[in-house]
């Protein structure tokens, strides 16, 4: 299995084969995610409040996601390895964000990361870029931005907002992003975008034409707790499948039939 990079992603958008993306938290599932040939593994900032039981994904700190980026690195050997740069870490000082995005490239082994933003954020993305850091955009809904948009909305739906990301996606691209996520958009937008971008569009609740599509891993493996958001299919239901078997162990305990003579050394 050859090694996925940034010049892979680009030849799947010019040959039309769909990107395949999740994100990915910890070494176990890296190592499964790539024997199921999955592309692209990105280290979200969802792990907030997926994996560490903050609300929302502001929260999240450097150090927190170097430590995911690492585990995720050591179990992957084939998919592009993306990390997510977190909140206010990179929006604000074009220094800053090359000193974070360093810690998460030097020491976490990512190959790219991703920042959440367009316009007003294109010195820091020209300073990672220029100090030769892959950067994926991210537009539509973007969750570091919860407070501002007042909740998880689709975005892009008047003409005018769907106007402002499509230009907003440009821009990206004229910058030099390599690919761009965008998240919670009516599928007319994602077609226009991706069908205007030479870089591939990854796409998130915004429709069956982009190049590619990314879930959050737990969604589709039916791990959480709480509802998922409409866009998500859910593959497997391992939450309850998990809590089966705990309560299975816990009535074996109880009862003494665990363990038995063959779980028992002698
Ligand atoms: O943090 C994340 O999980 C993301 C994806 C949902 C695109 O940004």
Known sequence: MSK?????????????????????????????????SVDLLLVGDSVANVKLGYEHTLPVTLEEMLHHTRAVKRGNSRALLVADMPFLTYEYDSKHAVRSVGRLIKEGGAEAVKVEGGESILPSIKA????????????????????????????????????????????????????????AVPAELAKRVTESLSIPVIGIGAGPDCDGQILVLDDLLGLGEGPVPKFVKTYASLRGEAARAVRHFRDDVKSGKFPQPEQTYT
């Open 128 to 183: 990672l870029i220029h100090a030769n850091v892959p950067v994926m955009g991210h537009l539509g809904l973007t969750p570091q931005a919860i407070n501002r948009l007042g909740g998880y909305r689709v975005q892009g739906r008047t003409p005018q907002d769907a106007d402002r990301i499509l230009r907003q996606a440009r821009i990206l691209e004229e910058t030099g992003v390599f690919t761009l996520v965008l998240e």
């Open 4 to 36: 996925i990079t940034i010049a892979t992603l680009q030849e799947m958008k010019k040959s039309k084969e769909k990107i395949v993306a999740l994100t990915c938290y910890d070494a176990s599932m890296a190592r499964l995610l790539n024997e199921e």
